[in-house]
Nanobody, 125 residues
Framework: VQLQASGGGLVQSGGSLKLACTAS??????????MGWYRQAPGKNRELVAT?????DYADFVKGRFTILRDNAKTTVFLQMTDLKPEDTAVYYC????????????????????WGEGTQVTVSS
């Protein structure tokens, strides 16, 4: 299972960015129980930004500014970020867990946590 994230960059305070993350596997992905985004700023711990699974959850510091969406196939997760602030500067990591795949008629379930490589978001003041 691999997660490929894209969409980071440099933006001015008040601007917008949209991140995307697509899951892929050696077999066909049947379902992903939960996908989401975390972030880690320099010198700080990694923190939850938003998740989409049975429920959609947001960290308090992004409520009303960020929106998490998944495509119809549920293998891509997006993070639409608006009204960005300098304190949103961080490396954003895509996360997925509860992945079921099918290959050659065999279903495999992966309960591990999977992480993308991270994409840098920098917000200038």
């Amino acid at each position: 299972v691999q997660l490929q994230a894209s969409g980071g960059g440099l933006v001015q305070s008040g601007g917008s960015l949209k991140l995307a993350c697509t899951a892929s596997a050696s077999g066909n992905i049947l379902t992903i129980r939960s996908m989401g985004w975390y972030r880690q700023a320099p010198g700080k711990n990694r923190e939850l930004v938003a998740t989409s699974g049975g429920n959609t959850d947001y960290a308090d510091f992004v409520k009303g500014r960020f929106t998490i969406l998944r495509d119809n196939a549920k293998t891509t997760v997006f993070l639409q970020m608006t009204d960005l602030k300098p304190e949103d500067t961080a490396v954003y990591y895509c996360h997925a867990t509860g992945i079921a795949t099918m290959s050659g008629g065999k279903v495999d379930v992966y309960g591990n946590d999977y992480w993308g490589e991270g994409t840098q978001v920098t917000v200038s003041s």
